[in-house]
């Protein structure tokens, strides 16, 4: 478990986060509306080199931005609750490019097995609590030194 004061935390979080991805990664952002997963995938952009405005891809679903080294793709699920639409969601995973997804859970079924699951908790205005789950060799290595 990770404790967040306050914004500046949660840009450390990214920045060192991002040290730790490869081509490829695959982060699943779990958290009620405004817990601040968009926060932390623009924290995830800026850390990566993105110079464009990072936002909530909401009604497109999907958003790429190109970094210093790695491409980044930022999902919102959101709208796909209870959608059997398939849009082409392989492509972006096998991409060579950090794919971030908030709402994962409403495509559950499409998604590759292995990924780093972040779970931000709202504790109140400004302090967030965040679980890491893994699965996958790669994801275990990053989860554990996340937490140290």
Known sequence: M???????????????????????????????????????????????????????????IIKSYKGTNLKLHHMDCYRLEDSEEDLGFDEYFEDEALTVIEWSQFIKDLLPKEALVINIKVIDESQRQITLEAEGNHYIAMKEALEQ
Do not use: W, Y
């Not at 699943?28 to 464009?52: C, E, H, P, S, Y």
């Open 2 to 60: 990770i404790n967040i004061k306050d914004k500046d935390e949660m840009k450390q979080f990214a920045n060192q986060l991002v040290e730790l991805i490869e081509p490829s990664d695959l982060i699943l952002l779990n958290g009620d509306l405004g817990a601040g997963k968009t926060t932390l995938t623009q924290f995830i952009g800026q850390a990566m080199g993105v110079t464009r405005t990072i936002n909530s891809p909401t009604f497109n």
